[in-house]
């Protein structure tokens, strides 16, 4: 399994998404209250972008005229057709035993940790011939 970097901490402040590309698949990214998540970005249905989905919070009811609202912003909505995703999980709210979204592992780690020293420039000898720079490898 390969790690990208995707975006700092600060370009996904709480309550923000962006898309992004990695080895050419689209992921959408969102922070909700300081906790990251990723989706594979298009829809299982008709392949909506689900970087530009709703969130919202799951409603249940135990019975007629009595709601609850809880897990708030962690449902995503496909802007197309409204289907419906746990955004922890990927799992269509409708049918979760088949319909899933692929979900992808966020971590915020520092920058020391990504690129640990020392660090050592690569250096490659270059010289000039007549007017054109060569660089010898």
Known sequence: ???????????????????VTVKGRPIAIFN?????????????????SLCDGALFGLVTS????????SRKGEMLRCPWHGWEFDIRTGQSWCDPETIRTKKYAIEV????????????????AVSVDQNYVVLEM
């Open 1 to 19: 399994m390969s790690r990208h970097v995707v975006a700092t901490v600060d370009e996904l402040p709480p309550g923000s998404r962006k898309l």
């Open 32 to 48: 909700i209250r300081g906790e990251y998540f990723g989706v594979f970005n298009l829809c299982p249905h008709q392949g909506g």
């Open 62 to 69: 135990d019975e007629p005229g009595r709601y609850e609202m």
């Open 109 to 124: 780690e520092p920058g020391a940790a990504l690129a640990k020293g020392p660090y050592v420039a690569e250096t490659f």
